[in-house]
């Protein structure tokens, strides 16, 4: 469901910066759920994955027409987490750290 907002937004970013011609393709795609991540680069269908909705065939569309380049992106190491979930203090502090410094830079 997010990868598939995140999708929509992009594509709206992207068809922005196409008038300036200054889109680079295909776009990163960063998710956290490798099972996310596997039914929207694998083209194969199965038995195991025929109940899948329009949103997972949206962004394996766009994975496959190479608009979006999918990347995992590990927990330890996902700045987002910090605004998504209750982490403990370690994780939540050094997220933040990162993130105002990266706001500082």
């Keep these: 469901m997010a990868m598939s907002e995140a999708a929509k937004s992009g594509l709206c970013v992207i068809a922005f910066f196409q008038?300036?011609?200054?889109?680079?393709?295909?776009?990163?795609?960063?998710?956290?759920?490798?099972?996310?991540?596997?039914?929207?680069?694998?083209?194969?269908?199965n038995d195991r994955s025929k109940h899948i909705d329009v949103r997972?065939?949206?962004i394996r569309d766009h994975v496959t027409a190479k608009t979006f380049r999918l990347?995992?992106?590990?927990?330890?190491t996902n700045l987002a987490d910090v605004f998504t979930k209750a982490l403990p203090r370690e994780?939540?502090?050094?997220?933040?750290?990162?993130?105002?410094?990266?706001?500082a830079a």
């Design 56 to 58: 997972h065939h949206f």
């Design 91 to 103: 994780p939540h502090s050094r997220f933040s750290r990162l993130i105002l410094t990266a706001e």
């Design 71 to 76: 990347n995992y992106v590990p927990t330890a």
């Design 19 to 45: 008038q300036f011609k200054a889109v680079e393709k295909p776009s990163d795609l960063n998710y956290d759920n490798q099972g996310s991540g596997y039914l929207a680069s694998d083209t194969v269908n």
